[in-house]
């Protein structure tokens, strides 16, 4: 047994697995941080190559999430102001 174990540590020694080994460096992305600089032409074009690129949402799509997102506002804003009005006629009724 004691041999074994033996054994197993020189081969882990050669192998180099027997002490921990340095976290591996990667290069960084290509076009990283560079030290030249965008003239305002160059951002632009850039800017309009993205937009491009945008899936931009129908018509249809638009008026259907603001008529979402208005029903959802007054259906919030009925519930806070029911909230309130109700604790308010609580703490009156406690009070006074």
């Given at each position: 047994?004691?041999?074994?174990?033996?054994?197993?540590?020189?081969?882990a020694?050669?192998?180099?697995?027997?002490?921990?080994?340095?976290p591996?460096r990667?290069?960084?992305?290509?076009?990283?941080?560079?030290?030249?600089?965008?003239?305002?032409a160059?951002?632009?074009?850039?800017?309009?190559?993205e937009?491009?690129?945008?899936?931009?949402?129908?018509?249809?799509?638009?008026?259907?999430?603001?008529?979402?997102?208005?029903?959802?506002?007054?259906?919030?804003?009925?519930?806070?102001?029911?909230?309130?009005?109700?604790?308010?006629?609580?703490v009156?009724?406690?009070?006074?």
């Amino acid at each position: 047994m004691n041999q074994q174990n033996r054994q197993m540590r020189r081969m882990a020694s050669k192998q180099g697995s027997d002490k921990p080994r340095a976290p591996e460096r990667r290069p960084g992305a290509p076009g990283g941080q560079t030290s030249e600089r965008t003239s305002p032409a160059q951002f632009l074009s850039e800017v309009r190559g993205e937009m491009r690129r945008v899936a931009w949402p129908t018509r249809s799509e638009v008026i259907n999430s603001t008529i979402i997102v208005l029903i959802a506002v007054v259906f919030m804003t009925t519930l806070i102001f029911g909230a309130d009005y109700l604790w308010a006629k609580a703490v009156l009724f406690l009070y006074d």
